[in-house]
Nanobody
Framework: QVRLVESGGGLVQAGGSLRLSCVASGSAFRTMGWHRQAPGKQRELVADIAWGGTPNYAQFVKGRFTLSRDNAKNTVYLQMNSLKPEDTAVYYC??????????WGQGTQVTVSS
């Protein structure tokens, strides 16, 4: 059974930083990453990374967020710097197996105050 456990969300002032972590279990994962969903908006990709690949970032986080992956720990990290109020959203860890089965974490709230 696939399980994704997220941690690291919270409340931060604009310009601050947060680090999200996601530990995956139950399978091997081809791609891991983070999406986010703000109130009234669709879920959108923040960043993802394939096994052995380089991170792929949404344009709105380039230069501010850094995605990294530890394959030995089945863990993916999202370092978020220079946070803006518009980054406020629920952040979801995502993981896709080699059989193209996608799974989601429960979500962690990130709130950036102005």
């Amino acid at each position: 059974q696939v399980r994704l456990v997220e941690s690291g969300g919270g409340l931060v002032q604009a310009g601050g930083s947060l680090r999200l972590s996601c530990v995956a279990s139950g399978s091997a994962f081809r791609t891991m990453g983070w999406h986010r969903q703000a109130p009234g908006k669709q879920r959108e990709l923040v960043a993802d990374i394939a096994w052995g690949g380089t991170p792929n970032y949404a344009q709105f986080v380039k230069g501010r967020f850094t995605l990294s992956r530890d394959n030995a720990k089945n863990t993916v990290y999202l370092q978020m710097n220079s946070l803006k109020p518009e980054d406020t959203a629920v952040y979801y860890c995502s993981a896709r197996t080699w059989s193209n089965i996608n799974s989601w974490g429960q979500g962690t709230q990130v709130t950036v105050s102005s």
